[in-house]
């Protein structure tokens, strides 16, 4: 018994192997093309052991994958950029694994030294550690008396609140300063970031080091709960550090004014906590950058700025402003200036015109 089928029939066409891989690579390409490109996690290391005078030890974190990092070991200061170089290592895998380094017998007395893992394509992660308790400091090259900022210096400087003599003094320890710079030092209320604050000295930071340094507490805060702490530099206001510490218990909170900094007066939200994030969403190569912001305050106006890899976004093109509103999150969409177009990776900050508030990031941009 014959059966009626559906099923239309075709006539059978018979297509060339290689004109099959020829589509099949071309729908690749076409797929690669309209992906989303996300920011690479930043690598860093962590020491986990010293042998003074002879090796260290260090732990890698969100490291790509099968990538060569020259790794040098130099003074400390100077993230270990123009160090001595002591070995190459492979990526492998990526992600975190151990590894050692021999220090070089230069620097074998040395108190404290850089170690820096670089694949000279904007990639890399640098860490310091103490070499010898009693070794002697040494000033790096590139320290000099002049006011710019050498080339190698990357990051932001940071600090540490140490102890604190209630109603008298505070001790704090600075970590990361750009070196031969004069930082004026101001307390203020607690929730200001020190910004207007009463100067209450100076701080020099010599070649970058750490230093641990102390400050006596204004009359008129002696009595505050709490007290912030910043550090600016004088010329240009271009880095600054700011802290806060408990001062008195049970002391006062003093409410504060409305307007602070010098970029203009905006509104202070007492109630907002943490800091401005970004993310990156999707990248159009050589054209445009879609972020993500979270946790930003409220009613204020961020410039967006875009620089080289490794700049934190600052001093870079302004390439539009975003405007806070409620606070809620947003995806915003910026495009890549002329300048940064042939860059592999590129940098994004927002920050208010008063540099109260600020967020970076970082993209691939190939």
């Known amino acids: ?58 732990r890698t974190h ?4 099968n990538m060569d990092f020259v790794v040098t070991i130099g003074l400390f200061g100077t993230l270990g950029k123009g160090g001595i170089e002591v070995a190459t290592t492979n990526s492998g895998e990526g992600g975190s694994f151990e590894v050692s380094y021999n220090i070089p017998d230069s620097l074998k007395n040395e108190k404290m030294l850089s170690i820096r893992l670089d694949t000279h394509k904007g990639i890399y992660a640098y860490d310091f550690f103490t070499n010898k308790a009693d070794g002697t400091t040494t000033s790096s ?4 008396t002049s006011t710019t900022t050498p ?32 930082f004026r030092v101001r307390i203020n209320h607690f929730g200001t970031l020190g910004v207007n604050g009463t100067e209450v000295g100076t701080y020099e930071s010599g070649g970058g080091e750490s230093k641990e340094v102390t400050f006596n507490i204004p009359d008129g805060l002696k009595g505050d709960a ?40 905006y509104t202070y939200d007492k109630n907002y906590t943490g800091i401005p994030l970004t993310s990156i969403i999707s990248v159009k190569v050589d054209e ?8 930003f305050p409220k009613n204020q106006t961020f410039k967006v700025l ?18 806070s509103g409620d606070g809620a999150a947003k995806e915003v969409t910026f495009t890549i200036p002329d300048s940064l177009k042939d860059n592999d990776q590129i940098a994004i900050r927002f ?16």
């Open 351 to 366: 920050q208010t015109s008063n540099g109260y508030y600020y967020s970076y990031d970082y993209f691939s941009n190939k």
């Open 306 to 323: 875009m620089n080289d890899f490794g700049t934190l976004g600052v001093g870079g093109t302004e390439v539009g402003t975003y405007e």
């Open 62 to 65: 969100n490291f790509p994958k």
């Open 288 to 295: 445009s950058v879609t972020v993500k912001t979270s946790n």
């Open 226 to 265: 709490q007290l912030a702490i910043r550090f600016e530099t004088t010329s240009d206001k271009l880095y600054y550090a700011y802290d806060w510490f408990n001062n008195v218990t049970g002391g006062t909170s003093s409410s504060t004014s409305t307007t602070y900094g010098t970029g203009g007066p």
């Open 151 to 182: 080339a190698w210096y990357v990051g932001y400087p940071t600090t540490s609140i140490v102890s604190v003599v209630a109603g008298e003094s505070v001790s704090i320890k600075t970590y990361n300063f750009p070196p031969n710079r004069t």
């Open 1 to 58: 018994m014959k059966t009626n089928s559906a099923m239309q029939k075709f006539p059978r066409v018979n297509i060339p192997w290689t004109t099959l891989i020829t589509i099949l690579m071309t729908m690749v390409l076409i797929m690669g093309i309209v992906t989303p490109v996300s920011a690479m996690p930043i690598p860093t290391t962590s020491i986990l052991s010293v042998d003074p005078g002879v090796s260290v030890k260090l």
């Open 141 to 144: 090259s590139s320290s000099t």
